[in-house]
Structure formats: structure tokens, C-alpha cells
């Protein structure tokens, strides 16, 4: 069960990262969800390397998204997304 619980949440994360770096066109939703779930673990490990820390599920969410977005930003300099 929680392994369907993390694919959902992790395809609502890449989908919301998605729209906001402007790639949604190009993506499907196997990829939202592999870029929600390895951007989210990537924006964690990120804002406790700066010491910052997410408490509360809005702040959480905030970070989640964040490192899907920069994973997708690397991604775009990579030349996997236009």
C-alpha cells in the first residue's frame, strides 16, 4: 500500500514541477512520477545540506516540488528535456 501511496504523491510532485519548468507537454506520467520521486529524495538531501529545514506538510510539499524542478532543470541542461 505505501508503495502505491508514493507513486501517486510522487506523479502529483513531477506533474506540479512539470507545469511549473514548462515541460508538461513532454512528459508522460511515467516520468512525472520517477522526476517526483527522485526530485523530491534530491530537494530533501539539498535543503538539509544548506541546513534548511521543512516542517509542516505545506513547507514539505514546497521542497518536494523545488527539487523536482531542479532535477528537471538538470535534466533540460542535459539535453533529455527541450
Given at each position: 500500500?505505501?508503495?502505491?501511496?508514493?507513486?501517486?504523491?510522487?506523479?502529483?510532485?513531477?506533474?506540479?514541477?512539470?507545469?511549473?519548468?514548462?515541460?508538461?507537454?513532454?512528459?508522460?506520467?511515467?516520468?512525472?512520477v520517477v522526476v517526483g520521486i527522485i526530485g523530491?529524495?534530491?530537494?530533501?538531501?539539498?535543503a538539509g545540506a544548506l541546513g534548511i529545514a521543512?516542517?509542516?506538510a505545506i513547507a514539505q510539499w514546497a521542497v518536494?516540488?523545488?527539487?523536482?524542478?531542479?532535477?528537471?532543470?538538470?535534466?533540460?541542461?542535459?539535453?533529455?528535456?527541450?
Amino acid at each position: 500500500m505505501n508503495w502505491i501511496i508514493t507513486l501517486v504523491v510522487g506523479g502529483v510532485i513531477g506533474w506540479l514541477a512539470s507545469i511549473l519548468m514548462k515541460t508538461n507537454a513532454q512528459m508522460g506520467i511515467i516520468s512525472n512520477v520517477v522526476v517526483g520521486i527522485i526530485g523530491s529524495s534530491l530537494g530533501f538531501w539539498a535543503a538539509g545540506a544548506l541546513g534548511i529545514a521543512a516542517y509542516g506538510a505545506i513547507a514539505q510539499w514546497a521542497v518536494a516540488v523545488a527539487g523536482a524542478a531542479l532535477l528537471i532543470f538538470i535534466l533540460k541542461a542535459l539535453g533529455i528535456f527541450k
